[in-house]
């Protein structure tokens, strides 16, 4: 990592953990997890869990939501605003999600109103972006990326775009096991980082932090944050357990 970025370790915990199972991982996680001021980290369990785990005294660990909706309120059946986010302490929200994307048609365009509205209402956007496997195949990685960060990024000012972050997803390394190399995950962050220079210029795009996300683990976890452009990890399966996601976090003490 970039020496002017400090370390961000997001745990997506996905459509898993019922309310009590989330207070004992959350407690457990808290427990465990030692005080280091390099790393910031996050939890983004289900919505349901979220007013219970404002409530915990886990003063080591950020809230996150997996979505949101842009719109301050109205009808919209089945969706949560920022300020019902806000009022449980929640301060991260993840946006575009390949997941997302998928399976609930999430586009470039929604993902920007997202980026937009959470700055708005002070949220912290992870927006996330990622090649399917067919896309790397042909050769078509960069050009997938650009659009997925020129489009979500539309109409961000520079004073805002500092707090954005951005996860890179491999989407053929999302719950497979198959994790990026790190270098192969380098060189998608740098040009992340380059893409973020020509937006924002090359100040700004140095404090935006640029997390990693598929099949981290505690085995994988140190070679890829020790490359200069990857500032943390989206982290799905690894971030279900207590210990292994706190050995993802203890791997940034040593970098
Ligand atoms: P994974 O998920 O760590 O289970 O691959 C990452 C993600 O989808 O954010």
Not at 131 to 149: H, L, M, P
Request: charged share 25%; net charge neutral.
């Amino acid at each position: 990592m970039g020496s002017s970025r400090k370390f961000l370790i997001a745990g997506n915990w996905k459509m898993n953990k019922t309310g009590a199972e989330a207070i004992e991982l959350a407690s457990d996680l808290n427990a465990l997890v030692t005080k280091n001021k390099n790393v910031d980290i996050v939890i983004c369990p289900p919505f349901t869990a979220l007013a219970d785990l404002s409530k915990l005294p886990i003063s080591k660990i950020r809230l996150g939501s997996q979505n949101f909706h842009p719109a301050a309120n109205g009808a919209f059946t089945g969706e949560i605003s920022a300020e019902m986010l806000k009022e449980l302490h929640v301060e991260y929200v993840i946006i575009g999600h390949s997941e997302r994307r998928e399976y609930f048609g999430e586009t470039d365009k929604f993902v920007n109103e997202k980026v937009i509205s959470a700055i708005a209402n002070g949220l912290i956007p992870i927006m996330c972006v990622g090649e399917t496997i067919q896309q790397r195949d042909a050769n078509e990685t960069f050009d997938v990326i650009k659009q997925q960060i020129t489009a979500g990024l539309t109409n961000i000012d520079k004073i805002s775009a500092e707090k954005i972050v951005i996860a890179y997803e491999p989407i053929w390394a999302i719950g497979t096991g198959k994790t990026a190399t790190p270098e192969l995950a380098q060189e998608v962050h740098a040009f992340i980082r380059e893409l973020l220079s020509k937006i924002f210029g090359p100040e700004i795009s140095k404090k935006i932090k640029i997390l990693y996300g598929g099949s981290m683990k505690p085995e994988n976890a140190r070679d890829l944050l020790n490359k200069h452009d990857i500032d943390g990890g989206l982290i799905g399966g690894a971030s279900l357990k207590a210990d292994s996601f706190n050995a993802i976090i203890a791997a940034t003490n040593i970098l």
